[in-house]
């Protein structure tokens, strides 16, 4: 009964990016490409840091609760940054690919947009490092058992897919952002996306206690959801004419021949 | 792989871990209680018959639940809300009534696991028939109709059969220690309802892996190993069998098989084998040990005697295998001897004496059983006369008494009667017991060390419990047969009195084969490779499958050889390869790494010169293929992948329903929410220069 | 174009010539005249395009049908559905709707044959002993 609990975890997880998949990136072969090539950035700066962690656990006292403690908040910290620094080298080489594209085509406009490719990006970013976040955790939630014998919660499944879920999500949101900064050269707001990451990230050190780690995630997430959707070109004028469904007139109006 | 483990840190950073990990723990490790001490209940099967245990493919998965009493059976049975269950006994209520009712629970119990106590039960308990080897002795209604199947004498009352019943669940063992405290712990933390009121979930829960492979019967698990032609083809039971053990007071040509001209052999027959509920725990100290370590200290006190006065016969020391399972081992040897496979024949083969079970004396009373079927001929009768009159007179002076059960009386369960069933062959059986076994836990896991009253004064090393003398009764009663064989054999009257057992090598022996084989004695005895088989705790006699030597038959192989051989001054490479001079066919030599002289290390090892060696001791209805052969054994053992077991805790049916509603509920509204948002794309985003943007 | 009967070889490369222009014809800007020949192209290609399917169909019968197999005609069936009862009434159709129903057919019959098959060995391999054992292929362990 509990493949119940591993289909709901994996849509918990990756509902939302697999939604966004398909409806936005599946049917245009270059998102696609680029979806793939952003989740092998997230992987190489994985690789490295875990090689740096490797090295620093062999060579730290493995006694030491403190060091180790130390050491875990260090790792947390250095992949975050080589994260961040991995998305700003992928936007450097977006941006040398794009004026080869714009080489390539015969059109005079880029076939896709720095804004498109910032969404893309981030998302696949995000599904890779959501993947390796919940994959193992997945496979254990298949098994008889639930977390619990040595006294964790047993909402560890739940809140970690929870998570999950928030960490795809902002990597999508710090794409957009990020990507959007580098480009009007806004270093503050590249800061903020880099903070917020080490915030997020460290908010799971709370974790038996997941409310305290989820809850300030997901206001994280709205606020950087809110950042991005701005930052996208949108605006609260155009959700209201969304909602109130003028759009026909609105369209109307904005009609351009694709 | 090292790289992997290293991605799996980081991986585990981001897996949201708790602990903020002082190592790499995996979410496995939050969830399993992996249980280190697992010995369970096989499946055996014969030419009928499946007997043992068996999980699912995928282990056994049940709410754990204490059974405390035997009214409490209606919790698991009937009204528990949470089946099925797993069943923890304490051994009180391992009882035939309580595994019957749980074997006919309808599917509510998913398996059992038994805690074994750490004292013996007062009242006796054999997992055993009442009447062993009852279809493969010599007393079949053709034999003698009103002997066959224990009318007479049922020589094991206790048995209730348990070991010979069909279960379709894991039955495991538990050491009264952490882990069963752990598992009790983590029932009274979650399982244990208050007040009439159901648990609440999470509920503990064990699981237990022992799932086998062989089914139905022999024959059908043969003929499935021979079944080749399958994408993977996979061996599914392999025979019980091993090696008997055997050696002469004189050396017999090996390379020459069948009949010996002017040989006469006096054979003396102790068993090796002894078995349990679970395959794993074997003790048999009253079964098997109490017998063999009599016959091997005869052995080692006939060694001068043989040696300086030969008797005119041959004693021939054997020690049979998997009797416990149809006679394995004595019928084969029979078979051999039929056949002329075996060094002498039966032609050659003068009398038997038999050492049963004789660790538990009451009034120091030995009883001589003999078969009154053969006896009824004239010239047979004598020779069983001489030679209980052999035995009596051997007897006095010692602190044992002899005694002939009445005469009507049959044989217990011995190996002799896989000779009679040959031919009218004189000879004796000595037990301690005159009907009734007096062993109260015969092939059970209780047949221990405590039950021969082998125990030593508190705080002594094993090297001083070692040395300690804890018995003598044994003793006597191996000076007793030591000097009844040697009459037997035709021996002279006026050695008699220079052969005497030693209670130094007794209670060595006693202590080694019941409480711990490494011990700085044996490892003496043995050869260097075979050192990594000596364990802290006593061997397991249970006979295993024919593929391996189990560890007490070469045990008994290299004591027999140390204590009836002769040290002799050649290389190792020579002794390794068997070669002396010209009498290499008659002995065997065995090279044993010897102890450490005091001021060194390196220990010195020397060659053994003995006649000690090995016969097969499978059935011959394997090398005939008779696999429903009502004659010989036909008993198999199931393989399996792998036994083990764990706790954890199990979420209610609500939770994991919970947890897939608000995953496709996400995921469903994600869907809309995509959908709805990629169609307005165009008005959403629509401020920007850009025409298009991130979401289309 | 007139409709004179073309050998099978000029058919093979007249389907050929199809496909190319097919590719083509997205690509290429268009006029009233074009468009007009283009129509008159297109309804040769057709029946090129259905005869090649035809036989295509024939070949898969012969190669495989012979053979009994009965996921051929699953194929059959489910591939040249539409052609023989969906699509619009031309000449071959009846031919293929012949071909489509035998397969039909045929494929039920299996079905049935294979369903009784699976269903009694499955039921009475542990109750025939050796003889289930050595029409198994695989013997599942620990299970009679």
Sequence with gaps: MTASVFFGCTFIAFGPAIALFLFTIAREPLRVIFLIAGAFFWLVSLLLSSLVWFISVQISNKESAVQQKGLLIFGVVLSVLLQETFRFAYYKLLKKANEGLLALSQEETMPISIRQLAYVSGLGFGFMSG??????????????????????????????????????????????????????????????????????????????????????????LFLMGIWAFYTAGGSFRNLKLCLTCKDKDFLLANHRPR | ?????????????????????????????????????????????????????????????????????????????????????????????????????????????????????????????????????????????????????????????????????????????????????VIRQCYLDHNRAGNGSTPQYPLCAMQLYSHMSAVTDTATCMRRNAINFSLNPEMVCDPLGDQNVWASTRPLNNTAKGHKMWESVVIAAARLDSRSFFFDI????????????????????????????????????TFFQ??????????????????????????NVHSVLEIGQVGLRADSKLWLHTDPVSRRNESVNKEVEDLIGNLRSAATGLNVTVDVPGFSQPLPPSSFQRFLRARPIPGVVLEDHQSAYTNKFYESMYDNAENLNVSYPPNLTPEEQLEYITDTAVTEVATMVARALYRQAGGEESQLSSIKADPQIVTKMLY????????????????????????????????????????????????????????????????????????????????????????????????????????????????????????????????????????????????????????????????????????????????????????? | MSHIPDSRWRKAVKFSVCLTWKQQRGETKKNAIQKNKEEEVLSDCQHLVIWRRFSDFLALEISGGFAFLPFLWLVNVVWFFREAFVKPAYTEQLQIKTYVKRSALGLLLWVAVLTTWITIFQHFRAEWGEVGDYLSFTIPLGIP
């Design chain 2, 1 to 181: 792989t090292r790289i992997f483990q290293s991605v799996n840190c980081v991986k585990l950073l981001y897996a949201f871990l708790s602990f903020a990990g002082v190592s790499c723990n995996s979410v496995e490790k939050k969830i399993y209680v992996h249980l280190n001490y697992t010995v369970s209940c096989v499946r055996l099967l014969n030419a009928t018959h499946q007997i043992g245990c068996q999980s699912s493919l995928s282990g056994n998965v049940g709410v754990l639940h204490v059974l405390e009493s035997e009214e409490n059976l209606d919790w698991v049975l009937h009204s528990g809300p949470n089946p099925p269950y797993m069943v923890i006994l304490e051994s009180p209520l391992f009882t035939r009534s309580v595994m019957m009712k749980l074997k006919n629970g309808s599917g509510r119990v998913a398996g059992v696991a038994v805690v074994a106590p750490n004292t013996n039960p007062a009242e006796g308990f054999s997992p055993h028939t009442t009447c062993p080897n009852e279809n493969t002795g010599v007393y079949s209604e053709t034999y003698e109709p009103t002997m066959a199947n224990c009318n007479m004498t049922v020589w094991n009352p206790l048995g209730n059969g348990l070991s010979y019943e069909e279960f379709d669940f894991p039955i495991f063992s538990l050491k009264d220690d952490n882990d069963t405290q």
């Design chain 2, 282 to 317: 074997a003790p048999g100290a009253q079964s098997g040990v109490s017998g063999f370590v009599t016959l091997l200290a005869a052995a080692h006190a006939l060694r001068n005697a043989t040696q300086e006065a030969q008797p005119n016969r041959t004693i021939l020391y």
């Design chain 2, 512 to 696: 080694s084969f019941l409480v711990r084989s490494n011990n700085s004695w044996f490892q003496q005895l043995v050869p260097s490779d075979f050192t990594s088989y000596l364990a802290n705790r006593p061997p397991n006699f249970y006979v295993g499958v024919v593929q391996q030597s189990s560890e007490p038959t070469l045990l008994v192989q290299y004591l027999l050889a140390n204590l009836t051989g002769s040290t002799i001054n050649i290389t190792q490479d020579n002794c390794k390869n068997q070669r002396e001079d010209e009498s290499d066919k008659m002995y065997n030599y065995m090279w044993v790494q010897g102890a450490a002289p005091p001021n060194s290390t390196e220990r010195e090892g020397y060659c053994v010169r003995s006649t000690a060696r090995l016969s097969k001791a499978l059935s011959p209805a394997f090398d005939l293929e008779q696999y429903t052969s009502k004659n010989f054994s036909t008993w198999t053992e199931s393989r399996w992948k792998f036994i083990k077991g764990r706790i954890f805790l199990v979420a209610s049916h609500e939770l994991e329903m919970l947890t897939l509603g608000v995953g496709v509920g996400v995921l469903l509204s994600s869907l809309l929410v995509t959908y709805i948002i990629s169609s307005k794309a165009d008005i959403l985003f629509s401020s920007g220069r850009e025409p298009t943007n991130a979401t289309y």
């Design chain 1, 131 to 220: 993947a390796f976040s919940v994959v193992n955790i997945l496979a254990d939630s298949v098994g008889p058992g639930t977390v619990g014998i040595h006294g964790d919660s047993q909402h560890y499944f739940l809140s970690s897919a929870f998570m999950t879920m928030a960490i795809i999500l902002l990597h999508m949101f710090w794409g957009v952002v990020f990507f959007d900064a580098c480009e009007k050269q806004r270093w503050w707001a590249v800061a903020a996306v880099i903070i917020s990451h080490l915030v997020v990230s460290c908010l799971t050190f709370q974790n038996p206690e997941y409310v305290t780690s989820l809850v300030p995630t997901y206001v994280i």
């Design chain 2, 322 to 347: 998997g009797e416990t399972f149809d006679y394995i081992g004595s019928s084969r040897m029979v078979y051999d001897m039929e056949n002329k496979q075996f060094v002498v024949d039966l032609d």
